[in-house]
């Protein structure tokens, strides 16, 4: 293995920012959209469905190209922002919200269907607001759905790649993160600066499942 | 006196519910009918769980809802106490946290209901720090009931509260759901579709079938009713009278109650003097007596009627609904009947074989 350079660190903490950043967006984003799925009886509703799993499918340069196209200074989100967001971390982490979207969103709808309403309704009885009772019974109850959600998008953002290098570029310090660098050593045949990083990588992708896993069983929410 | 208005029409895909109810907003209002009648459904318009285009209702002066004008009060801004079928306590947190829910929700000067009363009323001290998962059946209902007092509602609705007990249980609970009401002086409406339960806690039972009321009245005038007394099914209860003690004949093991003037024995209860006492009389337990009565006989409830109503109810058989200050109903043969020449407007004297107490109803 070898040691890893200035920039492999800055893109260590590139990537650290970028999935921190995309699960809180996803966080506040995700939980309404989680909870209209889980509840809705509209007929859009496996439309919405179909476009959040989106994702998983697509190969990464069909989304990136187009999140590109959008973020570019011709595109609506270029307009928006008068400037182009492309090959910046803005552009990345909006990027990264939509490709690591079915990860926090599957989870929550999910806890949110398994807690259902019933838990909803007794905490109005009892003259919780709305928020109120979400915040103080419906997100404990569902607590097992938000940390598969944030575990899971968060190690999904660290280790995506296509859309990132489609969107981001790899400029260092703003856009190159992990994954790409390790891309970066092998085209310049470092193998073992790659090695460590793929090493870090897979290691780590591995406890964080194996915590998700053990915490789940461990710490299992008793729901009568 | 308050009063509860309401009016709800509301459509679903395999279900309709079209009612009109107005009731005093005092006593223990029984939903009865059978399942998929509406009894759910109703409750939880009242609550605003369900809304309809044209909805209304009103507690006493609030309006609660009235769509007309756009107004529907969300269920937490409504001073209700909702106990479902199922306890529904929230599982993060242990029994006490479960209790203070609602009780830290309100504003302390709305604070009718002490902890300490409501945890002695349900006997539950002994479970304040336990999880939920830890308790039984029963003691999470319980815990349940506790925890919609605690937030001092003006109306409490229950939802088959006992549906998921077994019958001991039911015994348990259901004397303090009569108590609460008394103590605390809560209005109640109780969903139920079992006999056992309306003839123990009712003061006024609203019927429904097919998502309507079919007919709404006193326990007693429902009971009786020629119209409606096949609805409570094959229990052939003749009436149930609402007494009190008169006084204690230790040394016979009896108690003596009065109701209406008029007197009945009981086999020797706790109760002190002056106490209400629920009783209950089989209507096979009633006989009838015309002229005298100072031949010795070795019953000793013996009540003065009069003949309302004669219905024949098979080949052999009729109801024969009296008054003794209340309706009461008599079944004897046929025969007697064309015996006696008994005709409505008659007065006759009800021989009572046996009296049965409120706890004594549930085997």
Known sequence: ?224 | MNRLVAHFHVRYPTFQLSIALDVPASDITVLFGPSGSGKTTLLRCLAGLERSSDGFMQFGNDVWQDETRGLCLPLYQRPIGYVFQEPRLFPHYNVRANLLYGYNRILAAERRIAIKQVVEILGIGHLLERRIHKLSGGEQQRVAIGRALLTSPQLLLLDEPLASLDIQRKQELLPFIRRLHKELRIPVMYVSHAVNEILQLADRVVLLKEGTIVGIGALNEMLTSPQFRRNFGSLRVGGVLDARVANQEPEYGLTRLEFKGQFLFVSLQSASIGEAVRVHIMSSDVSLVVGRTDCPTSILNILEATILEIRETDQSSADVLLDIGAPLVASITRKSLVNLGLKPGQRVFAHIKAVALNEELME
């Open chain 1, 1 to 224: 293995m070898g040691a890893l350079t200035e920039l492999d660190l800055s893109a260590l903490w590139v990537s650290l920012r970028l999935a921190t950043m995309t699960v809180i967006v996803l966080l506040i984003v995700g939980t309404p959209l989680a909870w209209w799925l889980a509840h809705t009886r509209s007929r859009f509703r496996p439309i919405v469905e179909a476009a959040v799993a989106l994702p998983i499918v697509l190969p990464p340069t069909v989304m990136g190209f187009y999140i590109l196209v959008a973020l570019g200074p011709y595109g609506p989100l270029g307009r928006i922002a008068h400037l182009s967001l492309a090959f910046t971390f803005t552009g990345l982490v909006i990027a990264s919200v939509f490709y690591s979207m079915p990860f926090v969103i599957q989870p929550l709808q999910n806890a949110f269907e398994a807690v259902g309403k019933a838990p909803l309704e007794a905490a109005w009885s009892l003259r919780a607001s709305k928020l109120d009772a979400f915040l103080t019974v419906i997100s404990p109850i569902a607590l097992r759905g938000y940390i598969s959600a944030i575990v899971l998008g968060f190690a999904h953002t660290l280790g995506e790649f296509g859309v990132v290098l489609m969107v981001g570029g790899s400029i260092p310090g703003q856009t190159r993160v992990l994954s790409t660098t390790i891309f970066e050593h092998v085209e310049v045949m470092e193998y073992g600066q790659a090695h460590t990083i793929s090493a870090f990588m897979l290691t780590f992708s591995f406890l964080v499942l194996l915590a998700v896993y053990t915490a789940n069983r461990r710490f299992p929410i008793h729901v009568s």
